[in-house]
């Protein structure tokens, strides 16, 4: 017996100052998706002064909330709003989280280590409980794959990924059946192999030679091919450019990039832009999504950097 596809729900969308053009990009995909707006406001002591406009009327809607935790100063006031939300009788509950930020560095190593990832993943979990149940939390990509077993059963995560994007683009590629897929370590490779079944694939590796730790090709062949690494972000950039340079010298005809999450902190995207001539054409494509807007903003029309935005991916997601 076929099953009978639900009616579309009308969904009610709030998004932080960061996420603007991102929430609009989401609903001119939907006419299912309202943009909704908050006063982001502040008293005089710093500490937030935030309003949900039409309140009242989200009685008995869906609801959610496209959020951007990439800078810490801005968590709490959107936690506010986040556990506010709920509250106000609504029909169910999503948040949207396209980066989750915390523990991209974090070793637990020795006693006194703290696990960040652990505390806002309970921060996450203790989301109040909406009408319809728990929350829906929408993650993509998350960097450590034991992470999603830090929520509680509180709240209700779906780990997406922006590698569908990726996929797509390549198909676009004049040169598309000559490309191999290049991972950076074997984590890499752990997380996204099974997503390029299609794709000739090499692995790269760090070995350290005294107090370096250098790049080594694997396994794989990249001769004459246009190989595109992959991973799940970036923040120096230091290990893709080894990579790429690693790459290079075992033949590659071109090299390119793809990360879900473009974190570049304090500026290393300037690094890869064509204007530097030490890189003027080490990477001919870096493409990345719209996870992490500041960034987005930053790197706009600059080559090599082409963004693959989630805004479909997060229609879909609000209707499930």
């Known amino acids: 017996m076929a099953m009978v596809k639900s009616p579309k729900k009308q969904v009610n969308l709030f998004y932080s100052l960061d996420c603007e053009e ?41 609801v959610a909330f496209l959020a951007s935790f990439s800078s810490p100063a801005h968590v709490f006031e959107q936690l506010s709003v986040i ?3 709920p509250r106000l009788f609504v029909a169910s ?73 990726l996929r797509h683009r390549l198909s676009q590629l004049p040169d598309a059946d000559n490309v191999v897929i290049a991972f950076p370590d074997d984590g890499a490779w752990k997380r996204f192999h099974k997503l390029f079944d299609n794709f000739s694939v090499v692995v790269c590796t760090k070995v350290r030679e005294g ?8 396994e794989g062949h990249v001769s004459g091919h246009h ?32 990360v879900t999450h473009a974190v570049f902190p304090n500026k290393s995207w300037e690094r890869f832009i064509h204007i530097n001539e030490s890189l003027e054409n080490a990477f001919s494509y870096f493409w990345i999504t719209d996870s992490c807007p500041v960034t987005v903003k930053a790197i706009a029309n600059k080559a090599p950097f082409e963004v693959l935005s989630l805004a479909g991916s997060i229609a879909d997601a609000l209707q499930i």
């Open 211 to 218: 107090d370096k730790k250098i790049v080594r090709l694997k």
């Open 93 to 165: 509950f999503t948040l949207v989280l396209p980066f989750f930020p915390t523990g991209s560095f974090e070793r637990m190593e020795e006693e006194g280590d703290v696990a960040t990832a652990f505390t806002l993943a309970r921060m996450l979990s203790n989301i109040p409980i909406s009408r319809g149940g728990p929350t829906s939390l929408v993650i993509y990509d998350i960097h450590a794959l034991q992470e999603r077993f830090y929520f509680g059963d509180e709240v209700l995560p779906l780990f997406e990924t922006g590698i569908p994007l």
């Open 83 to 85: 556990y506010a939300l």
């Open 22 to 62: 991102l929430a609009h990009k989401v609903a001119l995909l939907s006419p299912h998706i309202l943009l909704q707006n908050i006063k982001w406001r502040s008293f005089a002591d710093g500490f937030p002064n935030l309003y949900i406009n039409n309140a009242e009327e989200l009685r008995g809607q869906h």
């Open 227 to 258: 190989v595109v690494i992959v991973d799940d972000l970036v923040q120096s950039g230091g290990t893709l450019i080894e990579c790429q340079k690693v790459l290079a010298s075992n033949g590659a005809a071109k090299v390119s990039a793809y």
